[in-house]
């Protein structure tokens, strides 16, 4: 198989979670090469060179890798209540807890909304 000029041999590299087994060919369809690559959660997955090469590198296995770090909605439920709490103590003239200023004092005394599935 004729290799064009630009073609790079990732074999071995390493980028993020993710590290290069061998190359599994080009696609017809992108005309890109693909790799085989091993993520450090254990799965495998198939990364087209253009991802290993260029920035935003896909660090990797899937968007469901355990590995990679979730968005911060942390506690963005609680946080909505939280707010809507005081903004009702005020319309209703109730003194809202000094304490309960504080999201993390709040968050304690009502606890984390239950998870709805
Ligand atoms: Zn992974």
């Given at each position: 198989?004729?290799?064009?000029?630009?073609?790079?041999?990732?074999?071995?590299?390493?980028?993020?979670?993710?590290?290069?087994?061998?190359?599994?060919?080009?696609?017809?369809?992108?005309?890109?090469e693909?790799?085989?690559?091993?993520?450090?959660?254990?799965?495998?997955?198939?990364?087209y060179a253009g991802?290993?090469?260029?920035?935003?590198?896909?660090?990797?296995?899937?968007?469901?890798?355990?590995?990679?770090?979730?968005?911060?909605?942390?506690?963005?439920?609680?946080?909505?209540?939280?707010?809507?709490?005081?903004?009702?103590?005020?319309?209703?003239?109730?003194?809202?807890?000094?304490?309960?200023?504080?999201?993390?004092?709040?968050?304690?005394?009502?606890?984390?909304?239950?998870?709805?599935?």
């Open positions: 198989m004729k290799r064009r000029s630009d073609w790079v041999d990732l074999t071995g590299q390493k980028v993020g979670k993710l590290t290069v087994l061998n190359s599994v060919g080009r696609t017809s369809q992108h005309g890109q693909r790799w085989q690559c091993q993520c450090e959660c254990g799965q495998q997955a198939l990364v991802q290993l090469l260029k920035p935003p590198f896909r660090e990797y296995c899937s968007r469901d890798c355990p590995l990679r770090p979730k968005r911060p909605t942390f506690l963005k439920k609680e946080r909505y209540c939280w707010y809507k709490a005081m903004i009702k103590a005020r319309q209703e003239g109730v003194p809202f807890h000094a304490q309960w200023r504080k999201f993390e004092a709040f968050l304690a005394a009502v606890g984390k909304a239950p998870i709805l599935t």
